[in-house]
């Protein structure tokens, strides 16, 4: 069965930073791009960045450009979102995604990031 | 990126069918045939229900179908049930090996 499992949530200031984990089981992870994908409270869907299976190529949106930096490790099944410089509009639902060709067949259940005072 | 446009709602009675758009530009929607569907319930994760314009993962219901002509993609689910009442959102492939999410839309089972 595959298995998503979102880490690292919380509250931070604006301007601090957060590390979000995502524990992958259940699939071959070094064989798909992996996704984040973030839901502001009571607002849709945005995707954020995806990387390639072995990492070599990133995309992100620009909104989060040089400030987010999405990375994995294969060899222990792990997505990462480094956030830094977080603004009270990056504030959301965060989930990673199984990036199976075109479309995020699996996702995880979320972690909340807050950026408060 | 802008977000693809959708209906902020629909609604439908039982048994009878409700179709969602979903209306994007020749950059993404009109580009590709890789525009997918989401359903997701509140406070849940979404679910993929529809991926490569028409095409139905394992396991969804064969209610659930979309097409594409154009900019325009569109879903219809057919026969609506009580559990089918949920947020959707369509996503597209863009240019330069990014994603865009529609606005989403509220469907209301009456």
């Known amino acids: ?117 | 990126q802008s977000a693809l446009t959708q209906p902020p709602s629909a609604s439908g009675s039982p048994g009878q069918s409700v179709t969602i758009s979903c209306t994007g530009t020749s950059s993404d929607v009109g580009g590709y045939s890789y525009v997918s569907w989401y359903q997701q319930h509140p406070g849940k994760a979404p679910k993929l229900m529809i991926y490569d314009v028409s095409k139905r993962p394992s396991g969804v219901p064969d209610r659930f179908s979309a097409s594409k002509s154009g900019n325009t993609a569109s879903l219809t689910v057919s026969g609506l049930q009580a559990e089918d009442e949920a947020d959707y959102y369509c996503a597209s492939y863009v240019d330069g090996n990014n994603y865009v999410f529609g606005t989403g839309t509220e469907v209301t089972v009456l």
Do not use: H
């Open chain 1, 1 to 117: 069965e595959v298995q998503l499992v979102e880490s690292g949530g919380g509250l931070v200031q604006p301007g601090g930073s957060l590390r979000l984990s995502c524990a992958a089981s259940g699939f071959t992870f070094s064989s798909d791009w992996m996704t984040w994908v973030r839901q502001a409270p009571g607002k849709g869907l945005e995707w954020v960045a995806n990387i390639k299976q072995d990492g070599s190529e990133i995309y992100s949106v620009d909104s989060v450009k040089g400030r987010f930096t999405i990375s994995r490790d294969n060899a222990r099944n792990s997505l990462y979102l480094q956030m830094n410089s977080l603004r009270v509009e990056d504030t959301a639902v965060y989930y990673c995604a199984r990036n199976a060709l075109t479309a995020f067949d699996y996702w995880g259940q979320g972690t909340l990031v807050t950026v408060s005072s």
